[in-house]
């Protein structure tokens, strides 16, 4: 009763919108939409791990998914994308109440919201119910839940008919969505249900007696228990491997000296090819990877070549074919995180996080782990253009709190990117991989990159300047320092969140005092005064060319950064210069 009283305060379960950080709750929500979206995750996973684990008679995870949604969240594009995923899977075991009581903020949903819902739900492979009187009809809920159950080669959408604010006097109306009734309202209401009218918060008796489930839910838990002890008798190893995946820990050895991936050529490669190479390295040994991309395995090569497609029927397997729904995938993806026992990826370009964004942020808020395998970073995508070359998504994710943002320099950054990946069970990745071909660095390391920052090439003494960059800009910068006059230290910055999470001492050895630093990076300048004293970047759109046209149009060639260089060491000569990152808090 006290968590009722404190009802929208400060800490509160009882928040304004469901909070996973609370006990009991599953998925944070609030955004219209992403509840449903979620929800398909959680329904996905369920049929997963089922034909991943269960044994004949012994079906360890066997369950329903059910969730409640509004006229709102049926409005949003992420419902309908995630709904036309889950009726082509045939999640037979997903349940939706619709609760369509008519009512939006602005007012009837007969405004803006005039389809027919059920036919659309049809068409996407659900089967369908409704109740007519979802007021007081109990008895044809219950019967269409019973009836929904039956059909398990679809998901149901229940149609349930209500009044929103039913009883009261504002029954019907926007205005009971969001305002208090008033003491007056509240007195009335409570006197129609047969309530005494000047008690509060109080809660008969007979409904809590109702409502305690306690003895059930033991009884329920207890025959699990007892089935999983068979399971496991019979089979030892599939047992302990779900135990250890539900228990969100990793295979033992998985990140272990002469485990990770070796990339046994000099060649350039691009890290999107690396990005397929490692992922499939560790999909072998991590069973619980799960995911796909957004209509664009051919370019982001995330496709497990140790697996299958995951499709109706076929719910073992770990491709997962997204289609082109970039919101829904990632939707879908933090109730596959939510769920447990699963590290759900998912692919697409960068620039394309744009159509993703209201997911990815909830992955943060959330503390899903999930990886998103983001390629084509940067103008030198090419000919595509500026629609899909992304400028200022960088300094969103970075801006984003909880997430990692990581730009690998080559294979071996890569590599690191994915081990800081599969350890952030608690915070998501988004990995920025390029479309063209980078040189093996000869100073890269998986340990210096999992640092977010480390000296990749160095020089006697102390260094004149400081050229600082990530991704493709880091072998021009070491191109770069070869031919200007002076000592040049270059640093390698795949991850701001990993950097800064160093002890000061250590950035400061990077980043030292009386040094300038000049950071080099094909995307918005924006947030690099944090580190750098002068930045080499692109504060305007991009263009449609070739890479190498684009790279002397926005001045990322050797030519440029040799001089840009130079000006900063002339300008800083004699000066006193303090490390941006000597701050008082």
Same mark, same amino acid.
């Given at each position: ?45 369920? /049929? ?14 066997? *369950? ?23 009726? *082509? ?154 135990? +250890? ?6 295979? /033992? ?27 499939? *390295? ?42 082109? +729904? ?10 596959? /995180? ?59 994710? +970075? ?12 294979? +071996? ?173």
């Amino acid at each position: 009763m006290d968590t009722l009283k404190s009802f929208r305060q400060l800490h509160s379960i009882a928040a304004g919108h469901p909070e996973n950080e609370f006990p009991g709750i599953e998925v944070t929500t609030g955004p219209l939409g992403q509840g449903i979206a979620n929800a398909v995750g959680l329904a996905m996973a369920e /049929a997963h791990l089922a034909a991943t684990y269960n044994k004949e008679g012994l079906p360890i995870v066997d *369950h329903y998914t059910y969730t409640f949604c509004g006229d709102g969240c049926l409005m949003e594009g992420v419902s309908g994308e995630a709904s036309s995923v889950a009726g *082509h899977l045939g999640l037979g075991k997903l349940i939706v109440l619709y609760d369509s009581n008519k009512i939006t903020i602005d007012g009837d949903t007969d405004l803006a919201f005039s389809e027919d819902v059920v036919k659309r739900y049809e068409s996407y492979g659900w089967h369908t119910l409704t109740v007519e009187n979802g007021d007081t009809d109990i008895a044809a809920i219950s019967e269409a839940i019973k009836q929904a159950k039956a059909v398990t080669d679809k998901p149901t959408l229940i149609k349930v008919t209500t009044t929103i604010g039913f009883g009261s006097t504002m029954a019907g109306t926007a205005s009971v969505h969001g305002s208090p009734l008033g003491n007056e309202n509240i007195k009335k209401l409570k006197t129609a249900f047969g309530l005494n009218p000047e008690e509060s918060f109080v809660v008969p008796e007979d409904v809590y007696k109702t409502l305690d489930a306690t003895e059930k839910g033991k009884n329920l838990e207890d025959s699990w228990n007892a089935l999983f002890a068979k399971y496991e008798a019979q089979y030892p190893t599939e047992a302990a491997e779900f135990k +250890r995946r539900q228990a969100g820990e990793l295979p /033992a050895g998985w990140d272990a000296e002469g485990a990770l991936p070796v990339y046994s050529s000099e060649a350039a490669v691009s890290t999107r090819k690396a990005s397929g190479l490692i992922l499939n *390295h560790f999909s072998k040994t991590i069973p619980e990877l799960f995911g796909g991309s957004a209509d664009l395995n051919p370019s982001c090569f995330t496709y497990l070549d140790d697996s299958k497609d995951f499709q109706k029927g076929s719910y073992e397997n770990r491709n997962i074919r997204f289609g082109v +729904r970039e919101h829904a995938m990632a939707a879908i993806c933090n109730g596959l /995180a939510a769920y447990g026992g699963i590290i759900p990826f998912c692919s697409t370009f960068l620039n394309f996080i744009g159509y993703a964004y209201g997911a990815t942020i909830l992955s943060a808020l959330s503390k899903a782990g999930v990886l998103y395998v983001f390629t084509h970073d940067s103008i030198f995508l090419g000919e595509d253009g500026p629609t899909h070359q992304p400028i200022e998504k960088y300094a969103n994710a +970075r801006a984003t709190p909880n997430t990692h943002f990581i730009r690998p320099a080559d294979y +071996r950054e890569t590599v690191a990117a994915y081990v800081s990946a599969i350890q952030s069970r608690t915070t998501p990745t988004v990995m920025s991989l390029s479309r063209q071909n980078l040189p093996i660095l000869a100073g890269s390391t998986v340990e210096g990159a999992l640092k977010g920052g480390y000296i990749v090439k160095d020089v006697e003494g102390t260094p004149d300047l400081i050229l600082i960059g990530t991704g493709s800009e880091v072998s021009l910068c070491i191109d770069a320092a070869a031919k200007i006059d002076a000592k040049v230290r270059v640093v390698s910055f795949p991850c701001w969140e990993l950097f800064d999470k160093n002890p000061l001492e250590y950035r400061l050895s990077v980043l030292p005092s009386g040094v300038p630093v000049l950071s080099v990076e094909a995307a918005a300048t924006f947030g690099w005064d944090k580190y750098a004293h002068a930045s080499i970047g692109i504060d305007v759109f991009g263009a449609s060319a070739p890479g190498g046209p684009l790279a002397k149009e926005f001045g990322f060639t050797v030519d440029n950064v040799v001089a840009k260089s130079t000006k900063v060491i002339d300008f800083y000569k004699g000066k006193n210069v303090t490390s941006k990152l000597e701050v008082p808090f």
